[in-house]
């Protein structure tokens, strides 16, 4: 029988799940035999974002490579149905395209549920739900369960090698699936990494080796992965994804200290510790390397670096300082710029960003933004607290408690704000992007001591322009038990700006502090640059008479103020010296100013006496004793020596910059002469040029001339030659005239008349044709005593047309063929009873049978030759099958031997 009715019969029975199963399977099932085999058709970039684990019925879906452990999507890769009434539903389903280290857990219609890895029963489930895992490894055999049931569509050589993948074996039952097929996602512990940290021929200790992926190890650590993603992830030898940089291309000792960095234990807010920064991600070769690697860093809130052909992986934490700088190490004539703010376009005071979260079955969730009403209020100044937010990717992080250390680190990072650009001397042109180093400048304003080299430029001499960017260590503190934020908080954070560790500015002088009408008393007055952090509470100045080792304390409670006044422990006729510190809570290192001196002696105490007339110098008259205008003008005479001095540090600094600018108003002079010279060269250069070309313009107005008359001389030769061909025009027309009368009448030639008559004739001829209706022609040949014709008809009526070929063996007609037409419609019979093909090269020229003519349930059909359909449906042959069968008619559906039928007609089933 044919095979299209053998291959429906099977699923007369089939239970609800079978037919469930056929709604998807039928159109889209069988084309997933081949994915593996055929290139990737590109799609689409973009990461899979969103819900995780989605099943993937796209014959042309991207592979996939998994870094720590993460939720692939999976994609369909076979399926097939078994047992009684077709309740068995079986499953291949392709995890990823690498090997992966194992199988950690499993979600069924998103509940998690426990799974035995040796017999593969789900919890709840029994032996009604089974799922095994495969992990890819070299040497995979087969998946046994599935070859048993298949017919022979999945044999003992399908073994999906160099993939990790999973069998589902869904027994139907009603009461476990009511829901129809259950939906399963995979928890997957992935890819086995190389760590040269591990490699003693590397530079590290230990077994493992880049050249035996047999020894690599499963690591979520973010710096491996993405050491392995610049060195290029393959699979059986066969390259993922990743940029193939040779080993000595990665400088070894970064990142050593960037994967140490990722594996140190931190404390969570809701108890013990985890790992600082790891990754767990599905990714896929339509990705674009930058996109992996800036995935890879952002999780560990790092950079990579690529300076002079060498990659340096950093981690998101505080760096060893390689070099204080100081103005001995500047070269004084270049450039010098500080800009102290970034641009609004630039800023950033809130941080928002998703992560995926494993307690809510792997899907993308917001964490609580990071907010600074300080920040806000900082960067709208005038107009008002402004909101400038960044939002972050953190969908490979798995881990709340790390999404929010990077969350914090971006945000410090985002309120350090200082670019500094300088020239250094040639001693320093090994500094390279990514160190950090201190400068300390006496001459130059600087926002803090501590910068990362940002840019460099060598020049020949090896003098080198460096920028910098304004760090500090305190970038990647996080205390989690007050820095991490719960989910139902909204909190408002301190500023994420440089933390005050030092009081800035500070200085002392001496006063004078009325005690009464007659009395005055010594004192000091401390002044620094107002603090305006939230988290210091409080200054504490120290000071003493110099030369003494023990000192005494002044607390000011209001560090804001800028300046503090006090007499108490102040002396007459002494020099004092002071220093101050920062007190801040909750408590953090603070550095002391160091002594400062106030460079005179202290007004000596004055008290309340009985007066004594006696004569005082004028220098001796202590302020109390002056009247308003002569205080005024003795005050405006120390401030006046206060004022020449800074004017005098002022003018040297001018001095400075007057000869520095100087220097430069003479480089330019020689540059403009230089350039006078090279202008009055091109003068003369455009005045040789311009007599050239007149001299060339002589020339061509010769040529022109030339041309002219040249052109003038053809003009009057074609006039010429137009006037004789009118002439010869004549002559011809009136030979026409007489060529037409000789036409008419020719010696022994037939007149019009003649051929008038002709014309009648042939025209009842072709009538007496027409009405004889077909011609019939025919070929005969007689061989051995076999006789054979071939007959052809041809039919014209000027309507109806019929054309017939009539093959004839022995006196008896085989096999006619005849076509018909109306004009409209064409139609062509062929008396066969079967129809046969050959090859003469193929199959040694016998022929193979197409169709037949056969009798089922009293009528007679064309059916199909069965060979053709059941090789055609052979597993892993037909690669792409879509049915959109909305209705099946049929009488009676039987298989060739006639002992199993179902008549749809009578309701008569039987199997046999």
Known sequence: MPMIVGFLAPLAGASALTTAFLQIGAGVGLSFLSRKINSKKAQSASAPTGIQGSLQLDASTPRQVLFGTAVPDGSLHYWQLSGENNA?????????????????????????KSWDPVTGQVDGYGPDLIVKFYSGAPGQTAASEIVVNSGGRWTADDKCTGMCYATISCNYVPEKFPNGIPKITFIVKGAKLYDPRFDSTAGGSGAQRWSNPATWVWTDNAATVEYNVLRGFSSGGLPLLGMRVPAAAIRFSDYVSAANSCDEAVAKKAGGTEARYRINKVFNTLQSNREILETCSGAMAGELIESGGIYRIMAGVTQPVVAALSDADLVVKKRYTVDPKRPRSRLTNAIQATFTDPTHGYTQMPLPPRLSSADEAIDGGVVGPIRLTKTLDLTAVTSRSQAQRVMEIERKRARRQAVV????????????????????????????????????????????????????????????????????????????????????????????????????????????????????????????????????????????AGAAIWSSGVQGGAIYEAQAIAVATPARAMSWSGWQSAGAATAPQVVQVAAVAEYIAPENIPPAELSAQDKFLAGLSAALGEVQGSVDDRLLDIIADVQEMALSQLQHRQQTGETRARILVEEQTRQTLSESFGSYSVMVDAALATITGDVLGTSNAVNSLTTRVTTVEGVVDANSAAITAVEATLPGKATVTAVNSLTTRVTTAEGEITTQGAAVTGLQSTVGGHTNSINQIVALDGVNKRYALVFDNNGKAVSPIEINGNGKLLTMALALSQLKIYDPGLNGGAPIQMFTLQTINGQVVAALNGTFIAHAFEAGLITALKANLTEIIGGLFRNEANTSYWNTETGDLQVG
């Not at 690498?98 to 219609?109: M, R």
């Not at 042109?429 to 460099?456: A, H, K």
């Open 88 to 112: 068995l539903l079986q499953m291949v389903v392709i995890l990823v395209d690498h090997e992966c280290d194992s199988l950690t857990g499993l979600y069924v219609d998103t509940v998690l």
């Open 421 to 560: 650009e300088v020239t250094l001397v040639a001693k320093w042109f090994r500094l390279e992007p990514g160190d950090w180093i201190t400068l300390s400048s006496t001459r130059r304003f600087l926002p803090s001591p501590t910068f990362e080299v940002l840019q460099r430029r060598v020049a020949n001499d090896l003098t080198t322009t460096v920028t910098l960017g304004e760090v500090d260590s305190a970038i990647d503190d996080f205390v989690a038990a007050t820095d991490e934020i719960n989910d139902d908080q909204v909190l408002d954070l301190l500023s994420a700006g440089p933390p005050l560790n030092t009081v800035a500015g500070f200085g002392i002088a001496n006063v004078v502090m009325s005690t009464g009408s007659a009395a005055s008393a010594p004192a000091l007055r401390a002044t620094w640059i107002p603090i305006l952090d939230q988290t210091v509470t409080e200054l504490v100045i120290e000071y003493r008479r110099v030369g003494d080792a023990v000192s005494q304390e002044k607390r000011v409670s209001n560090p804001a």
